[in-house]
């Protein structure tokens, strides 16, 4: 009971529930952007795109697909790197091997270019421009051999997502 309530939880959370481009624009508006990178952001994502390319699951008509194409676009433009489509059916199994809810469309993930296995997601709807490079330069890490512990929480420090933790109480 409690798992599927928190898969639900996840669900909802990552499903963005827009009907129309100006939905979705009052929707991007509200997500936090990445305002620091690490030092070597730009030229790790540049170096990277001979090694990884970035695959996502998309559906005709869907409005947040075509908005996140569009970031990829850009993504690709400035850093190189290669985008691609994966079937529903390829999307579904990642998202199981890692115990993800399945939401729809758009999903994107980083993968090395020789390693179809080995996937990291980056993005589940849509996102910011500088929220996607942060992914990638994350997901690039990972893959690298940062542990994903580590990037995880280099995630939460660069998106801050995660807020100062309140000091703990001392036992009486």
Request: charged share 20%; proline share 8%; glycine share 6%.
């Amino acid at each position: 009971m409690a798992a599927e309530a928190g898969r639900d939880l996840a669900r909802r959370a990552a499903i963005h529930p827009v009907a129309s481009v100006p939905d979705l624009q009052a929707w991007i508006a509200r997500i936090p952007a990445t305002k620091d990178f690490p030092p070597d952001l730009a030229q790790t994502l540049r170096g990277s795109s001979s090694l990884f390319l970035i695959e996502m699951s998309t559906a005709p008509g869907c409005i947040p697909c075509a908005d996140l194409w569009a970031r990829l676009a850009r993504f690709r433009s400035r850093y190189g790197w290669r985008v691609h489509t994966i079937t529903t059916q390829s999307a579904l199994l990642r998202s199981g091997r890692l115990g993800l809810p399945w939401v729809g469309h758009p999903v994107a993930w980083v993968r090395p270019l020789d390693d179809e296995d080995r996937t990291v997601p980056i993005a589940i709807g849509t996102d910011l421009d500088a929220n996607l490079a942060r992914n990638a330069y994350l997901a690039a890490k990972i893959l690298t051999g940062v542990r994903p512990s580590v990037g995880v929480r280099a995630m939460s420090k660069f998106s801050g997502i995660v807020g100062a933790s309140r000091p703990a109480e001392a036992p009486r």
